[in-house]
């Protein structure tokens, strides 16, 4: 069995896997890092988004194994320090979620969005989540929650500067 | 679900993925980007005895000038290729497509080689590949060889590649001063493959049309080249009239799938309705 070293949210695991196993079920089942879902069998849905060395993947299209050297950011990996994400915080203060199921996956995908266009309008902000479904709140409420933290990463509001 | 078992192999260069590939046997496959594998592998509709995994073989991600043609590595993801500056210069009409596929996570990982490898006459790339005249470079232990696109789709999901050929890169003929390119992709949702898509170029002349390159995706098992429009057009004006006119013969020759999304006489229309849209915006 090949053994992998992979770094996850902070912390450097050194693992054992069948090379069968994608990465998302390393997460989950071996790290226990149960915040990233997984919504469907054919890469679709991106409830199972990650950060991979920085940039979003679906994370049931890759191998356990193929993140060997790599570091992954999972939602879990946010607010580490004790504070929220700005992302995590606009979800919650636009109500950008109904039953959650996808809220991991728009928050890993609106990350990423970000970083490469930090001031995206609504139309970015909808071609930028394509690759993410949500079946319950209509999206509205989540593109609001984007233009809302990415307002703030921009300007910094006293709330996150403070110590 | 979860893939069956394999065994996993992770070359570092080209030789040792030829060599890995042709030591494995018959029912072995490369892993690209995984974007069209993993998902057939979850589903347990394909069970290969071994990955050969590409990701590390960074040559294969080169993108290259040539001089008269444009070199694009296997492995270029279609993130890299939609933002490089040679391709988006020489081979807009690839830019343009690759935008349309999929959403930004399958595009970090998704290749230009898997996606035209994989050949699926749904994808948006083999028809760009094949209006554009592209060859492909693949190599076996036996030695290399180029394949024309017009002879590398041979049917659905099959490509003219021996099962130990591994595709290290395309040659594309740039287009120069005077040409316009436009992709014209029909789907009803965001995200979602082609109903009907239309790769073309178009060259002016002295205000007529020089020459146009057209290819249809999703028409039938293959691509499928509009050549009956590609005539019609050819020394013509540059009105929407005469581009309408033309792309009546869009569906000549063509046998287009049926399926949830579409009839094929749905299809036949599309393809006249978006090869004159096509046409109009490559030459404007
Ligand atoms: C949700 C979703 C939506 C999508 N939408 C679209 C779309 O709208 N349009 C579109 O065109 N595509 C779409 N795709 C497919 C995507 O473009 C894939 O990237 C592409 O089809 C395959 O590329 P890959 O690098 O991921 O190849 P892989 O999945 O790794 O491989 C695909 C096949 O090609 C073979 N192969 C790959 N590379 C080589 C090589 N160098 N030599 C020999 N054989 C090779 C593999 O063995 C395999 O059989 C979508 C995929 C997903 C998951
Ligand atoms: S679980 Fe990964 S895309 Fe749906
Ligand atoms: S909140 Fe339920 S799927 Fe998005």
Not at chain 1, 141 to 156: C, F, H, K
Not at chain 2, 224 to 242: C, F, I, P, T
Request: charged share 25%; hydrophobic share 40%; glycine share 8%.
């Amino acid at each position: 069995m090949p053994r992998i070293r992979v770094d996850v949210d902070g912390a450097t695991y050194e693992d054992d896997v069948e090379p069968r196993v994608l990465l998302v079920h390393y997460l989950r089942d071996r790290l226990g890092k149960v915040g990233t879902p997984v919504g469907c069998d054919t890469s679709n849905c991106g409830a199972c988004t990650v950060l991979m060395d920085g940039v979003s993947v679906k994370s049931c299209s890759v191998l356990a194994v193929q993140a060997d050297g790599r570091d992954v950011t999972t939602v879990e990996g946010l607010g580490l320090n004790g504070t929220e994400h700005p992302m995590q915080r606009a979800f919650h203060e636009e109500h950008a979620l109904q039953c959650g199921y996808c809220t991991p996956g728009m928050i890993m995908a609106s990350i990423d969005l970000l970083r490469e266009n930090a001031d995206p309008s609504e139309e970015e902000i909808r071609d930028g989540l394509e690759g993410n479904l949500c079946r319950c709140t209509g999206y509205q409420n989540i593109v609001r929650a984007v233009r809302r933290a990415a307002g703030e990463m921009r300007e910094p509001s006293e709330r996150e500067v403070a110590p | 679900m979860i893939p069956a078992t394999f065994d996993y192999v992770r070359p570092g260069t080209v030789d040792e993925a030829v060599t890995a590939l042709a030591d494995a046997g018959e029912d072995a496959k490369i892993l690209a980007g995984g974007q069209s594998l993993m998902p057939l592998l979850r589903l347990r509709l394909a069970y290969p005895d071994s990955l050969i995994d590409l990701d590390r073989v960074d040559p294969l991600r080169e993108i290259r000038d040539e001089g008269d043609t444009l070199m694009i590595g296997a492995m270029a993801t279609h993130h890299q290729v939609v933002r490089d500056p040679l391709v988006r210069e020489f081979a807009p009409l690839i830019a343009r497509a690759t935008e349309t596929v999929a959403d930004p996570a399958v595009r970090h990982r998704g290749t230009f080689g898997g996606s035209l490898a994989h050949a699926d006459p749904a994808g948006d790339l083999p028809a760009v590949a094949l209006a554009l005249d592209a060859v492909f470079l693949v190599r076996s232990v036996r030695g290399e060889r180029e394949i024309p696109a017009a002879d590398f789709f041979v049917d659905w999901m099959t490509s003219a590649m021996e099962p130990d050929e591994l595709l290290l890169s395309v040659r594309i003929p740039k287009l120069g001063a005077g040409w316009g390119a436009h992709y014209e992709k029909f789907h009803r949702t965001a995200q979602a493959w082609a109903i009907v898509g239309v790769a073309c170029a178009v060259r002016r002349e002295n205000g007529t049309v020089g020459e146009a390159r057209i290819a249809l995706t999703n028409m039938g098992s293959t691509p499928v080249r509009a050549s009956e429009v590609e005539r019609a057009v050819a020394g013509g004006a540059v009105s929407e009239a005469a581009f309408r006119s033309a792309a009546e013969h869009a569906a000549d020759g063509a046998e287009p799938p049926a399926d949830l999304h579409g009839s094929s006489e749905y299809r036949r229309h599309l393809a006249t309705v978006l090869t004159a849209r096509a046409l109009a915006a490559a030459a404007s």
